[in-house]
């Protein structure tokens, strides 16, 4: 029964043994951890090998045998029983009188940093959830091109195209929500397995829908597992990465995100003459490489297995980490912080891994912050989709070639994002984007529709700003809530994100002004944002 699996891609290890002695790596009792963490032996999705039972190592020298990993924990903490810590220090290599360096109590971004900080497994982990970004992407814009092929196909009027996208949002919202819900008690690596499953399934619905209600079933069903993968890939990659990285991790999502826009404006024009069904027939092997992928290299969050009180395993992760990216002898004496030893054995953590609900959202000291990303998810959604999603006659120009030159355009701003971030602030950063987005609304607003060119200008400019601010919002989003209730806040923010960019088309159709709408929502935006605390450069909790 594999039930306490720690998660580490197989790639986590590849290549350790032509850069290192792989006896003297194995006999340290402290790095053995990485593969004695299961209470029988079984299957590993991740490492393709039979796991170890605890306490045994076989081909490797002498360790001395322990039956259980509380037993193993004891064993070898005999010398430091009185230090807190989540895993003991290894001591002497092979009898030669090497010292080990004294234990030293760190945080996980400190122990990423002594890591290799941004390394090897860092960019494979990155590579694992670029393809499936990118299917996100091309799965989330979809509806645009996807709902003008069908009403010529099927002869929808234009109420019922209108029903396509919007069963998108009601699965988006769906999506949001489970993740939030299941990132936070099953753990972030079982709830992208789970809800990317979910998304294939969609699509191969999409893909042989015979009609308009089995399409909009199929389309909410892709939406909750597109929508819900979503909202966990940037959390894990960050909570694997060290502070000063996570806002160039989101620019480097961003774009992939805008790539994959690129490729399907490219395709709908394209296949603009061929049947509904190529858009599908495009996406399907995609996902499905996408998926295959991620259940051979996915790992779990060593943050949430602090939280659950899963040190060991933690730390095990961690050390996998620095032996993917060649810093294991760095790391050798790094433990990580709990109350006490007897904490680590009972698995019910510390004041350094605190628990949470979702009430923990609305506690004294979060609730300001929680309230203030919720309304700022909702204007950065709303006023964004508002300006994307706007009547071609309003921008004055060729859907086509607004979409694409948007698309191409919004590249090099979101290569500004991280720059930005990391030398201004995330606060002056989102603010300063704001201004110069609603500046470009507010143009717009008061520009005669005659000024084609200059309208498109103004577009382009609010375009760019509005995608960088609402690349960083996600970094300002992961950084403000605790690590305990971190999915159910990115859900709950997703969830803010969604309503808003379901009512800012809907602007255009009730709003006698929408560009002036939109240019005032954003002050209350930059009010939302100024109340927020600076966190560049600090640790996750």
């Known amino acids: 029964n594999c039930q306490d699996k720690l998660a580490m891609p197989l790639w986590a290890f590849a290549g350790a043994a032509k850069h290192a002695s792989v006896g003297k790596a194995l006999r340290s009792p402290a790095r053995t951890e990485r593969l004695v963490y299961l209470k029988s032996g079984c299957r590993s999705p991740l490492v393709n090998r039979k796991c170890i039972i605890p306490g045994t190592l076989a081909g490797v020298g002498a360790v001395q045998p322990c039956t259980t990993e509380l037993d193993w924990t004891r064993h070898y903490g005999g010398r430091s029983q009185h230090v807190p810590m989540a895993a003991e220090p290894s001591g002497q290599e092979d009898g030669v009188g090497i010292a080990s360096k004294k234990p030293q109590i760190v945080s996980v971004d400190e122990y990423l940093i002594a890591a290799g900080g941004q390394g090897v497994f860092q960019n494979r982990l990155f590579a694992t959830m670029s393809l499936l970004y990118a299917c996100v992407a091309f799965d989330a814009m979809l509806a645009a091109f996807l709902a003008p092929a069908l009403g010529a196909r099927w002869g929808l009027t234009v109420a019922q195209q209108g029903l396509i996208p919007s069963s998108w949002f009601v699965g988006g919202l769906i999506g949001f929500a489970l993740s939030g819900l299941f990132a936070d008690t099953l753990g972030r690596r079982p709830t992208m397995l789970a809800l990317s499953v979910v ?208 698309a191409l355009l919004e590249i090099p701003a979101i290569l500004l994002v991280a720059p930005l971030a990391n030398k201004l602030g995330r606060r002056p950063a989102l603010i300063g984007l704001l201004g110069v987005f609603a500046g470009a609304i507010l143009a717009l607003a008061m520009m005669s529709h005659s000024a084609m060119q200059l309208r498109l200008g103004a577009m382009l400019i609010g375009r760019m700003s509005g995608s960088a601010f609402n690349t960083l919002k996600w970094v300002a989003n992961a950084e403000n809530f605790p690590t305990a209730v971190r999915g159910a806040g990115l859900a709950a923010a997703g969830l803010s994100g969604m309503l808003g960019g379901s009512l800012g088309p809907v602007i255009f159709t009730l709003a006698p002004s929408p560009f002036l709408v939109l240019s005032s929502l954003c002050l209350l935006g930059i009010f939302a944002v100024w109340t927020l605390p600076e966190t560049n450069g600090t640790e996750l909790d």
């Open 199 to 406: 998304r294939c399934f969609g699509d191969v619905l999409t893909f042989t829908a015979p009609s308009l209600p089995w399409l909009l079933t199929s389309r909410i069903l892709a939406a909750a597992g597109t929508m819900g993968a979503f909202n966990m890939i940037y959390p894990l990659l960050a909570e694997l990465s060290p502070p000063e990285e996570r806002a160039a991790i989101k620019r480097r999502t961003g774009l992939v995100w805008q790539c994959a826009v690129v490729v399907l404006v490219a395709m709908a024009y394209l296949l603009r003459s061929f049947p509904w069904q190529a858009f599908s027939a495009v996406l399907l092997p995609a996902s499905f490489l996408a998926v295959v992928w991620l259940f051979r290299g996915l790992p779990e969050s060593p943050r949430f297995l602090l939280v659950k009180g899963r040190h060991l395993q933690a730390l095990a992760l961690l050390r996998a980490v620095a032996l993917c990216n060649g810093r294991l002898h760095a790391c050798d004496h790094l433990r990580l912080a709990t109350s006490h030893i007897e904490d680590c054995e009972s698995g019910t953590g510390g004041k350094a891994t605190p628990r949470g609900n979702l009430a923990t959202l609305f506690v004294r000291e979060q609730s300001g912050r929680t309230i203030a990303l919720l309304i700022f998810n909702l204007v950065a959604s709303c006023t964004y989709y508002g300006l994307t999603f706007a009547p071609v006659a309003s921008l004055g120009s060729n859907a086509y070639l607004s979409q694409l030159s948007a």
